[in-house]
T-cell receptor
Framework: DAGITQSPRHKVTETGTPVTLRCHQT?????MYWYRQDPGHGLRLIHY???????DKGEVSDGYSVSRSKTEDFLLTLESATSSQTSVYFC???????????FGSGTRLTVV | AQSVAQPEDQVNVAEGNPLTVKCTYS??????LFWYVQYPNRGLQFLLK??????LVKGSYGFEAEFNKSQTSFHLKKPSALVSDSALYFC?????????????FGKGTHLIIQP
């Protein structure tokens, strides 16, 4: 959808290890977003980007950092994974020239 | 701050009957409103959006939603439910005043269509 690829699709990692999730888009969209989805919470915004090297915090940013060194890639890093970060992570883009948002297929992360 | 409330965790409807999934919102500026659907182990699929114009918005798969500014609501509706409509539905809002803000989502409503 809209050329958005998330990797990996699934990952199991141990508590305390660093983890990086990647979101790649092929259509030169300016705005990119990282959400996490948890039962009973819907989707909550972690971080977002409004351009290369331009990022800002969302609602649940503690324990996460992001980087955007080129337009097409938006990386989400868990510096030291905790069990509370077990979740499904979605990347999204805001469509250029419009107001729609398109989501990637998600990354299921389990921290053990 | 913006917020969305979906007051029902689950809605059960018999196949062929009309369905409604409720959503109310709070936003400081003009609301941009969205409905998404999620099937098990899948991503979010866009159903419809209200940005401006006609209060009745028609979307994918026969769904529609009505924007009601006075009641700050954006309920999702379908005249005749199908078993295949069973899924998790999310309402979302953004302040239309510009900026890079992402969407704020409700907690989701499980829609179960019974044969």
């Amino acid at each position: 959808d809209a050329g958005i690829t998330q990797s990996p699709r699934h990952k199991v990692t141990e508590t305390g290890t660093p983890v990086t999730l990647r979101c790649h888009q092929t259509e030169n969209h300016r705005y990119m977003y990282w959400y996490r989805q948890d039962p009973g919470h819907g989707l909550r915004l972690i971080h977002y980007s409004y351009g290369v090297k331009d990022t800002d915090k969302g609602e649940v940013s503690d324990g996460y950092s992001v980087s955007r060194s080129k337009t097409e890639d938006f990386l989400l890093t868990l510096e030291s994974a905790t069990s509370s970060q077990t979740s499904v992570y979605f990347c999204a883009i805001r469509e250029t020239g419009g107001n729609g948002y398109t989501f990637g297929s998600g990354t299921r992360l389990t921290v053990v | 701050a913006q917020s969305v409330a979906q007051p029902e965790d689950q809605v059960n409807v018999a196949e062929g009957n009309p369905l409604t999934v409720k959503c109310t919102y709070s936003v400081s500026g003009n609301p941009y409103l969205f409905w998404y659907v999620q099937y098990p182990n899948r991503g979010l699929q866009f159903l419809l959006k209200y940005i401006t114009g006609d209060n009745l918005v028609k979307g994918s798969y026969g769904f529609e939603a009505e924007f009601n500014k006075s009641q700050t609501s954006f309920h999702l509706k379908k005249p005749s439910a199908l078993v295949s409509d069973s899924a998790l539905y999310f309402c979302a809002v953004r302040d239309g005043g510009g900026g890079a803000d992402g969407l704020t989502f409700g907690k989701g409503t499980h829609l179960i269509i019974q044969p």
